[in-house]
């Protein structure tokens, strides 16, 4: 399988919402999903497997996971919260790890063992020492700074020449202006997975034929049509343009904001979906305010 055929179904199942059965989570696979908890927060996390996205990548689909943590910790862009959440369990193990030497140090206070107050008096400070160094933030930049070619050198995954004849889809036009194209490219592979992801929800909740049905996959369509519009103009321009100008980037700049609102809605569409399986007492006035309100979203989008 290709490269790209490994990364979309990865991005797919980041991005697809999870399902609940018996106060459990599950991804898009059925894999069971951990809870994480931090000192102020709750939340199920997908985490990225292993090989398949770079760390620009992983920062974009899976922001909240540990590996976007560490990620940013490498990239000198952390902050606590990120060690924290690396470090899930610690405060809960700390915790419990004073109480227990707080107890012992009372009773050693009260037999005025000067011997075990002094070992005690050590033990406290050691997690300090630890604490210290997990939370330093620059001892983190510049760990496994290789991650990002890890993709390319695995053995299991091959290179296809489709890649290649992507990559030099747009090889005229000026260099400065291809800075956008990774972006677009990125943006493609999201689109096409929250496509497909909302389409499935489209044919679970009404499922065909029905007129419902068919509307929300016009709309969905006439999403797909606007969004590859703007891929395309914004391509154009960057493989066309003769100089590189303030206005130029402008132009470019608006078309993947359009591709942003764009697969904004698709989301937004996905996220009521969901919300409106869960909910078997769903009213058809429900489904209509779902329809018009995307009806209304894509109809904003054809301004750009």
Known sequence: MPIENYKTQEIKRLTTPLTFKDSHAYDKDGNPVDCVETINDVRYILEPKENFLRDDEILKYAPKSKAASKVRLQKGIGNSSDVLLIHESLPWILGLYYVTLTCIAVTAVSAGNKFIMLILLILYVVP??????????????GKNVKKEKTIKTSPKIEENSEDSEEISETDSGLESLKIYEKEINNLKILFDVKEEVVKDLIAKRFAPPQITYDKFIAIVDSAHKLFYRQ???ANSIISLA????????????????????IIDQIEN???ELVINISNEDSSSEEVKNLLDEMENLTDSVKKY
């Open 242 to 261: 003769a100089e590189d100008t303030p206005r130029v980037r402008g132009e470019i700049e608006n078309k993947i904001g359009a591709m942003h609102t």
């Open 128 to 141: 300090l020492i630890y604490l210290y160094r997990i939370f330093n933030l620059n001892s983190y930049v």
């Open 231 to 233: 891929v395309d103009s």
């Open 269 to 271: 569409l996905t996220n």
